[in-house]
């Protein structure tokens, strides 16, 4: 089993910036991706940005340039620093990690989620 929990949620103007955080405990395999998804009111919850263990990061087009996915693999942690907030990155904001156990198994896991919410 693994524990997702996040944290560094908040209220921000527009233009402002935020961190968050991520850590992961339990069974975390050596293959794995850890990331950020994040769904707003009324709409589908929605990638935010992945990043695979000793690999590349990847963005949603609409946070690309503003949002920063890095990881402390020796913590177990993601972190998500947002710059330029802008209103419509209002939205619960879900920590993930896909544990890869083999080339067909893959097992998911959610955090219970933080809030940001920018004011305009």
């Known amino acids: 089993q693994v524990q997702l929990v996040e944290s560094g949620g908040g209220l921000v103007q527009t233009g402002g910036s935020l961190r968050l955080s991520c850590v992961a405990s339990g069974s975390i395999a050596s293959a794995n991706t850890m990331g950020w998804y994040r769904q707003a009111p009324g709409k589908q919850r929605e990638l935010v940005a992945t990043?695979?263990?000793?690999?590349?990061?990847n963005y949603a087009d609409s946070v690309k340039g503003r949002f920063t996915i890095s990881r402390d693999n020796a913590k177990n942690t993601v972190y998500l620093q947002m710059n330029s907030l802008k209103p419509e990155d209002t939205a619960v904001y879900y920590c993930?990690?896909?544990?890869?156990?083999?080339?067909?198994?893959?097992?998911?896991?959610w955090g219970q989620g933080t809030q940001v919410t920018v004011s305009s």
């Open positions: 993930n990690l896909v544990n890869y156990w083999s080339a067909i198994t893959r097992r998911d896991y």
């Open positions: 990043l695979p263990r000793g690999g590349t990061a």
